[in-house]
C-alpha cells in the first residue's frame, strides 16, 4: 500500500477533466448541471478542462479568487461537456466524476466500467464484503422489492432502513420505525427494483474514506469525518478522529486488481461498544465525492485542517459575493476558498474553510450572514 502521508503523491498524466454529474446525479440536487465547475480547482495548468458553458459569466471571478488564494489550475477550457472530447486528446487521460457508459464509449475501457457497475449496487459490494470478511452492518439483499415478503418483515428488527441498490445522493433510501413504515416505504419503489435492508448502525459519526488508484499503487488519499442532514450529504471535516484503513484496504486492492481507477471512497461507522470501537462499512462509491474537490484543494495549498460546507445565498453571480478579509490567506493558512462555484447561479454555494475549528465556525457564521 502507498500512503500518501505528506500529500505529494500526485500524478503526473495530463488530464482531460469533465466532472459533468448528469449521468449520475438526482432530481433535487441544486444546480447539478452545472457541477462541472468545482473540478477547476483540482486541475493543473498542463490539463485541459471541460466546463458548462454557462458557467462563462463567472470566469473572470473565480479565476482571480483562485490567483490570490494560490490555486493554480488550467486555463485550457472547453465550453462543452460532450464526452466525445475524452477520447479526442493524444496524451491525455480522463478525469471524470464517475465512469459510466457515456464515458466508456469514447475511452473505451470495458474493464473499468464493468467494475464500477459492480460495485455501484449496494447488493455486489455487500455480498464481497462479506466475501473479504469486512465489518458490514447485518444486511438483507433482494433481486427486487416484491421478493421482500410477510416473514421477513416481521422478524426485521426496528428501526431499519430500505435502501435502492443503486442510488445517489441519499435518494431511495427510508428509514422506517416499525412494519408499517417498512410497507410504505417498499410501495415507493417499482416491484423490480433490487433493494437492501439494513440494520440501524447506532452512531452519530461516518467517515469518508478515499483512495486513489495512480499505476498500479493504491493510494490513501484522506480520511474525513461527514457532515450529513439525513442521508444527504453536506460538507466533511478534516483531520478525522479515527483512520480505520485496515477496514477497507482489502476491497480498495481488490477494485485496483478488477480495473478501478483514478478516485473512489468509503462510507464507514464509527461505533462504540463494550470492548471498543467497531468501524462497519455502510457502501463504496467508485467515483469522486463530494469530499474529494476539498481534499485535493488542500493538498494542493498544504492546508492541514479544514472544513467543508454547503450554503445558500440570495446572490446569483460571484461578482455579488464578499469575500474581503475571509478569503484564503496562505500566511495565515486560514479563510475560505470557494469549491462549487458555478452553482451560486441556482442561489448554492460550496466552500472549503481552512484553520482549526473554532476559525472553521467563525468563517461560516460571517460567509452565512453575508451570502444572505
Request: a negative charge; glycine letters at 10%.
Amino acid at each position: 500500500m502507498s500512503a500518501a502521508i505528506d500529500h505529494a503523491y500526485l500524478p503526473v498524466d495530463k488530464y482531460i477533466i469533465n466532472h459533468d454529474i448528469m449521468g449520475c446525479t438526482a432530481e433535487g440536487v441544486v444546480g447539478n448541471h452545472l457541477f462541472s465547475g468545482r473540478a477547476l480547482g483540482i486541475s493543473e495548468p498542463w490539463d485541459i478542462i471541460q466546463l458548462h458553458p454557462g458557467l462563462k459569466p463567472l470566469w473572470s471571478f473565480i479565476t482571480g479568487h483562485y490567483r490570490r488564494v494560490g490555486l493554480r489550475h488550467s486555463d485550457n477550457v472547453i465550453w462543452d461537456l460532450g464526452q466525445k472530447q475524452l477520447g479526442s486528446h493524444i496524451g491525455y487521460q480522463p478525469s471524470v466524476f464517475y465512469f459510466g457508459p457515456r464515458e466508456c464509449k469514447y475511452w473505451g475501457d470495458q474493464v473499468w466500467l464493468d467494475t464500477v457497475e459492480f460495485i455501484n449496487s449496494k447488493n455486489n459490494f455487500m455480498a464481497l464484503a462479506v466475501e473479504l470478511g469486512m465489518d458490514v452492518p447485518m444486511t438483507l439483499c433482494f433481486g427486487s422489492v416484491a421478493e421482500i415478503g410477510p416473514d421477513t418483515v416481521r422478524s426485521m428488527s426496528y428501526p431499519c432502513y430500505l435502501k435502492a441498490a443503486v442510488s445517489v445522493s441519499g435518494v431511495g433510501i427510508y428509514r422506517c420505525e416499525d412494519e408499517a413504515a417498512l410497507a410504505q416505504a417498499m410501495g415507493e419503489f417499482a416491484p423490480d427494483v433490487p433493494v437492501q435492508l439494513q440494520e440501524e448502525v447506532r452512531t452519530d459519526t461516518f467517515l469518508n474514506l478515499q483512495y486513489r488508484i495512480i499505476g498500479n499503487d493504491v493510494v490513501r488519499l484522506a480520511a474525513s469525518e461527514q457532515l450529513l442532514d439525513g442521508f444527504a450529504h453536506q460538507g466533511n471535516r478534516v483531520p478525522a478522529s479515527h483512520e480505520p484503513w485496515a477496514a477497507v484496504d482489502s476491497m480498495a486492492y481488490w477494485l485496483r486488481d478488477h480495473g478501478l481507477k483514478g478516485i473512489f471512497a468509503f462510507d464507514v461507522a464509527i461505533v462504540p461498544t463494550a470492548s471498543g470501537l467497531r468501524f462497519p462499512v455502510i457502501e463504496c462509491n467508485p467515483r469522486y465525492n463530494g469530499a474529494s474537490y476539498p481534499t485535493l484543494i488542500a493538498q494542493k495549498l498544504g492546508i492541514p485542517e479544514w472544513g467543508s460546507i454547503s450554503l445558500n445565498t440570495t446572490c446569483r453571480s460571484l461578482s455579488g459575493i464578499d469575500l474581503d478579509g475571509i478569503e484564503f490567506d496562505s500566511k495565515t493558512g486560514k479563510g475560505a476558498i470557494l469549491v462549487n462555484w458555478g452553482t451560486v447561479i441556482e442561489g448554492r454555494l460550496a466552500v472549503m474553510l481552512a484553520g482549526s475549528r473554532d476559525v472553521q465556525e467563525a468563517l461560516a457564521v460571517e460567509l452565512r450572514a453575508r451570502l444572505c
